[in-house]
């Protein structure tokens, strides 16, 4: 049994909180969890740029996890979302139970 964590993230809490919604009902996430302020520094378009975001971290299941990523790259606001996900490796077996659950469709 395998569970992800796919991190993303927003321009504002307000699409985080959207994005979640929209993941939980559709089945593709257990829960998401929303860190509401982030700093952030790259380069965009040959600028550097230092951006205040807001990150979320997205529970899910082995199954779901690739229409989770195409779901949140399609419904985002970015041109290109940073979304990545991560296979977790040890975690107690109740919470995966749980996520799997929650993500059956």
């Known amino acids: 049994m395998k569970i ?3 991190y993303v993230t927003f ?3 307000k699409d985080a909180k959207k994005m979640g919604s929209l993941l939980i009902n559709k089945k593709l996430a257990a829960c998401t969890n929303i860190l509401p302020s982030i700093y952030s520094t790259y380069i965009w378009k040959n600028k550097i740029q230092m951006d205040k975001e807001c990150s979320m971290i997205v529970k899910t299941s082995k199954s779901k996890v ?8 399609k419904h985002h606001s970015y041109d290109c979302p940073a ?3 991560f296979p977790i490796e040890l975690s ?4 995966q139970k749980w996520i799997i659950e929650q993500t059956k469709s």
Do not use: D, L, P, T
């Open 4 to 6: 992800y964590f796919i």
């Open 83 to 85: 979304v990545s996900a």
């Open 66 to 73: 690739r229409k989770a990523i195409q779901f949140i790259v």
């Open 92 to 95: 107690h077996k109740n919470f």
């Open 11 to 13: 321009g504002n809490v």
